[in-house]
């Protein structure tokens, strides 16, 4: 009416917020760490080939610890009702969903194992999210005291002294992961400063050309899963102890030459890392059934090992292409975000009203 449009007339508190732009090196490392998790599940039903169990230990030996030190890298230390909401719907009851469809999957022919044993053990790839919940739930607590990571170590080192800490609840793994968590939120902003430069990234080289040499030596791949107490794996608590120490100490080593090779610059295939979660959640679908069709078997008998990997490392790159696409996010989000659900089950107070901003007079 005065010669100005509505975004010019409206009061600046009502302009909607900007989003941050989002970390280009953390969707890079997302989507290379959830390539190398397919490519170990791909890996596994090749294990009997030695130049693939040695690989295969190789990557358990980093991958997993340096996922849990990205997702303890965005974790806040506030519990507060938002908190415990995410929890529930975001972790917790995609949990379940999976874990139910894993078991009607595992009824149909050829399906490689028995499926979940029950809803208290997490299937498979299941156990993170259950892990990353108690994670979060822990972290206030630890935050608290004087020396967190001490008394993180402790719990993952004297967990394995119980010998009924195992796969149920993902205990095992929740004591045993903790750590990695904790330093990602800890110590995140400094690695990220430090872990640069042509330097540094010959040294990561070198190191993970070295815990590749030293993968063979691991006695068990069990001991690199983090899942079983000491007894089940056959020593003592004294050397089980020992052992666990060494591998938490090769799992900072690795996660820290691992992410100082992570581009910072964004690329096109980026943005997929911040959609890791709905490709890790769905490829094992793909994989059992690739296990059920025969086709692993057929890679054991036509080709070389080295051809095997760089062939299962070319699918796992274009298995995480496909699910974590934009149609594969509108595809799956009822499952890996089930905000309908959370709508029906989440009563809103009668008191929370939304307040919408009033339109300016004209």
């Keep these: 009416m005065y010669g100005f449009s509505r975004a010019a007339d409206t009061p ?210 069990r001991w690199l899963y983090g899942s079983n107490g000491y007894t089940a794996l056959g020593v003592d608590d004294a050397a089980g102890t020992l052992w666990r120490l060494v591998r938490l100490g090769a799992g900072v080593v690795g996660s820290a030459a691992f992410l100082a090779l992570v581009p910072r610059r964004a690329f096109a295939a980026t943005a997929a890392g911040g959609r890791s979660l709905q490709a890790y959640l769905a490829h094992g679908f793909i994989v059992k059934f690739a296990v059920a069709a025969g086709l692993f078997a057929w890679l054991e008998a036509g080709l070389p090992p080295l051809v095997n990997a760089l062939v299962l490392l070319l699918a796992a790159w274009v298995l995480v292409r496909l699910l974590a696409s934009v149609p594969a996010a509108r595809l799956l989000s009822p499952l890996t975000s089930p905000q309908w659900l959370e709508r029906y089950l989440w009563r809103v107070p009668a008191n929370q009203e939304i307040r919408r901003p009033a339109r300016p007079q004209a």
């Design 12 to 221: 600046a508190r009502y302009a909607p917020p900007v989003r941050p732009a989002r970390d280009a090196w953390k969707d890079n490392a997302r989507l290379a760490l959830i390539t190398l998790v397919v490519f170990g599940h791909c890996l596994e039903p090749l294990r009997g080939i030695a130049a693939v169990d040695a690989l295969y230990r190789f990557l358990y030996l980093f991958h997993m610890p340096a996922f849990a030190f990205l997702s303890g890298a965005v974790a806040g230390t506030e519990v507060d009702l938002k908190l415990l909401k995410r929890i529930a719907f975001r972790l917790l009851l995609p949990y379940l969903l999976f874990q139910a469809l894993y078991a009607l999957a595992a009824q149909t022919p050829g399906w490689p194992d028995p499926g979940p044993k029950g809803i208290t053990t997490p299937y498979w790839l299941l156990w993170y999210l259950p892990s990353l919940a108690a994670w979060r739930l822990l972290l206030p607590v630890f935050m608290r005291l004087r020396y967190p990571l001490v008394f993180a170590c402790l719990l993952a080192l004297t967990a394995g002294w119980a010998d009924d800490v195992g796969y149920r609840m993902s205990l095992s793994r929740t004591a045993s992961f903790f750590p990695f968590f904790l330093i990602g939120h800890l110590y995140w902003p400094a690695w990220r400063e430090r872990l640069r430069g042509p330097l540094v990234c010959a040294l990561a080289i070198a190191m993970l050309l070295a815990l590749g040499w030293a993968a063979g030596a691991v006695p068990d791949p």
